[in-house]
């Protein structure tokens, strides 16, 4: 099998500035260019240190398209980390990835066989020059990350790690496969997990408070339900008590005794969909109306 790594840098409206292609096999550099935007003057973002100027005489990405696309044509599989981002900025330039090759993200990998036993949450790896301050590799954030041929370096070097750390001498499409089923269960497991939660009213002097809580046995009181999916059962019990919303403040519900007891009854079932859903949904309408309750992960 043919593997490749890559990494990008790009403006801040996602045109590219850099491209580095790295050789699995013998860890050499098979291509390299920065590009002048086409429809971009300048940038905000200066974590990559690419100035206009010093791209002002690179040759567009358009001009350079047909041999990025023959270098992604001839791989079975292409690295990354955090590559959904790279391959989304390889689309906007019309450069395609064809359905048969592999896409390997070294940050999965990096959660599921160095975070765990690190304590890092799912969802939560850090940067790739925290990974690598992990693994012990010198990899500066101040003066080594950010740059398209550091990061497909220490990417492959990360990844290296991992597989002689478990003593994985050859990737195939079976062990790609494999780790794919493996980390989806895992995924799914800690989305149910991280779903579970404590629901709670809090009595305040105009009336009650919903609160959203992950799993704490420390939360739980005499008004706190235990429920498998926190954000369908808040956006339930919210539709339920709409009608006894205080005028003068939305979030603070006025309470009859049969609410309270419908509260203390509720229970639901964890639905992967919905629950993403109304995360979304209630984590939105907070950072706009400041908040709905308090207290919430």
Same mark, same amino acid.
């Given at each position: 099998?043919?593997?490749?790594?890559?990494?990008?840098?790009?403006?801040?409206?996602?045109?590219?500035?850099?491209?580095?292609?790295?050789?699995?096999?013998?860890?050499?550099?098979?291509?390299?260019?920065?590009?002048?935007?086409?429809?971009?003057?300048?940038?905000t973002?200066?974590?990559h240190?690419?100035?206009?100027?010093?791209?002002?005489?690179?040759?567009?990405?358009?001009?350079?398209?047909?041999?990025?696309?023959?270098?992604?044509?001839?791989?079975?599989?292409?690295?990354?980390?955090?590559?959904?981002?790279?391959?989304?900025?390889?689309?906007?330039?019309?450069?395609?990835?064809?359905?048969n090759?592999?896409?390997?993200?070294?940050?999965?990998?990096?959660?599921?066989?160095?975070?765990?036993?690190?304590?890092?949450?799912?969802?939560?790896?850090?940067?790739?020059?925290?990974?690598?301050?992990?693994?012990?590799?010198?990899?500066?954030?101040?003066?080594?990350?950010?740059?398209?041929?550091?990061?497909?370096?220490?990417?492959?070097?990360? $990844? &290296? @790690?991992?597989?002689?750390?478990? +003593?994985?001498?050859?990737?195939?499409? /079976?062990?790609? !496969?494999?780790?794919?089923?493996?980390?989806?269960?895992?995924?799914?497991?800690?989305?149910?997990?991280?779903?579970?939660?404590?629901?709670?009213?809090?009595?305040?002097?105009?009336?009650y408070?919903?609160k959203?809580?992950?799993?704490?046995?420390?939360?739980?009181?005499?008004?706190?339900?235990?429920?498998n999916?926190?954000?369908?059962?808040?956006?339930?019990?919210?539709?339920? $008590? &709409? @009608?006894?919303?205080?005028?003068? +403040?939305?979030?603070?519900?006025?309470? /009859?005794?049969? !609410?309270?007891?419908?509260?203390?009854?509720?229970?639901?079932?964890?639905?992967?969909?919905?629950?993403?859903?109304?995360?979304?949904?209630?984590?939105?309408?907070?950072?706009?109306?400041?908040?709905?309750?308090?207290?919430?992960?």
């Open positions: 099998m043919r593997l490749i790594c890559l990494d990008i840098e790009a403006t801040d409206n996602g045109e590219m500035l850099e491209l580095s292609i790295f050789q699995f096999d013998n860890n050499q550099e098979i291509y390299h260019s920065y590009f002048k935007p086409e429809n971009t003057n300048s940038w973002n200066k974590v240190h690419i100035t206009p100027d010093m791209v002002k005489n690179a040759p567009s990405c358009k001009s350079e398209r047909i041999k990025i696309q023959k270098i992604i044509d001839d791989a079975d599989v292409i690295i990354g980390f955090a590559l959904a981002n790279d391959i989304k900025y390889l689309n906007r330039h019309k450069i395609s990835i064809p359905l090759i592999y896409q390997l993200d070294v940050q999965d990998w990096f959660w599921y066989y160095i975070g765990k036993e690190n304590g890092i949450e799912f969802g939560s790896v850090p940067k790739l020059s925290k990974c690598a301050e992990i693994l012990k590799l010198n990899f500066s954030e101040e003066t080594e990350a950010h740059s398209a041929t550091n990061d497909t370096k220490i990417t492959l070097t990360i $990844f &290296k @790690k991992i597989l002689d750390k478990y +003593n994985i001498d050859k990737i195939t499409p /079976k062990l790609i !496969d494999e780790f794919k089923d493996s980390y989806i269960k895992e995924k799914r497991w800690n989305a149910e997990k991280r779903a579970k939660g404590i629901l709670s009213l809090l009595k305040c002097s105009t009336g408070i919903l959203n809580n992950l799993y704490n046995e420390e939360k739980i009181n005499e008004l706190s339900i235990v429920v999916s926190r954000y369908i059962g808040e956006h339930e019990i919210r539709e339920k $008590f &709409k @009608k006894r919303e205080f005028v003068l +403040n939305s979030g603070i519900y006025i309470l /009859k005794s049969a !609410d309270i007891e419908f509260f203390l009854n509720y229970s639901n079932t964890y639905d992967a969909f919905k629950e993403d859903f109304y995360r979304k949904f209630y984590n939105a309408k907070r950072s706009r109306k400041g908040r709905l309750d308090f207290n919430i992960r």
